[in-house]
């Protein structure tokens, strides 16, 4: 039996039941008054009263104490089409006080306690927490799993430092980004799936203008600060020391050669000195390349033309032994077009510069001068007759020498190179207590032209 007073609600559900059950399955009754509903109850008997929850006609106090007042099985089952077609059923021999209670004095079925909803707000509020409360999380483990990741080379340049930190400020940015996306359509894939007989349409969103504004506006001062913080980093890389030490460098396919100006020295193997800034001046012998070395992050491309010189400034500040490689595609060879670069300290940046200045002179006296020097043997024989830790160089060649055996040789040539490779060979009368403080292994570090150069050194000291 369905009571209603609004005829498309009854004849509606009428329609449905007959279709469902068959008319012989199925005895409805129609009512769309208090006392036909009642009189309805009494004739027709039936197991079920559908009753329209919304329906002012029905008096809800009379319609109960009419349902509870008979024995026969009964139940009832309100429907609220305002409720988004909630329904409760009651049973006769089970109705409790409470649930009559709730019959009689909600508004409306959908808020009925049975339904234990939570208010829809406070429950968007608690999933947003939670939510975010994921994606901080997340993000925190991405960023730490991209640090340390060793995704960056060693930073052996001050001009690293402000990239390097920039860097990091993308992995927050990245780490962030990937976090709210991959979290919330995580979250979207479970909680709003299609459950099993649901097939029907999501709901039809045209516009949400908070969010549209929200998400133009927070991505815009993004980018703008970016920018902005891209700048202020180009201008830290590029500042300029007036001390800086110019290198001149030249790209070809496929080699890199450095120039020492005002040195006379030009070299395969970039040598710099730590903590001073090198100012590079870029050129190329051909096409384009571009002078990258990555533990100093920052690069320039080297460009054909005496007019198109570019310049890159680069403060080494760890010693060590890198590789400056090509940047810019430049033919078959590209990818092998390195060069070793060596950071060492100032002294042995000067000693090895002046060792190079010494190797490109034509005159063999000041090789060997420049060899005496940086290999310390001046710190121990002098150039002027003094007697040091060692014998002086001085009119040393072609003399009288006594040795602690009591023998008198020449020192020629010979003499004098077996006392570099082998000084503890043939020691002079009076030095025996301090020819250990020789280095033995001269022999290694020189080669024969360096050797024979420092006789001739030796030879001019007349
Ligand atoms: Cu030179 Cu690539």
Known sequence: MIASANPLFGKGLQKIFIERWGKQAVVVGLTS?????LAAMESLQPDLVIVDYDDKILNRAEFLNH????DRPMQVMLV???GGGAAVVYDRQALTPSEAEDWLNLPNIAHAPAEKQIPPRRNEMRRFVFLGILVILLSILVYAG????RILPVEASLQAVPIDWFFHFHFAAIAFLFSLIFVFMVYSMIAFRRRPGETGDGRHISGNTRLELTWTIIPLITVLAVATIGAQNLAETRQIDPQAMVVNVTGGQWFWSFEYPGTGVTSSTLYLPVNKQILFRLTS???IHSFWVPEFRIKQDALPGANLVRELRLTPDQTGKFKVRCAEMCGVSHAYMESLVVVVSQTEFSAWLQQQQAAASKD?????QVLATVNGCLSCHSTDGTIKIGPSFKGLYGSQVILSDGSTRTADENYIKTSIIDPRFQIVKGFESKANVMPTD???KLNDQQIQDLVEFIRSLR
């Open 33 to 37: 008054s208090m006392a036909e509903t």
């Open 67 to 70: 349902f509870m007042a008979g």
């Open 80 to 82: 609220s089409l305002r």
């Open 146 to 149: 991209l640090v340390n990741a």
């Open 285 to 287: 012998k051909d096409v």
């Open 364 to 368: 063999p006296v000041a090789r060997g």
């Open 442 to 444: 001269f022999g290694k």
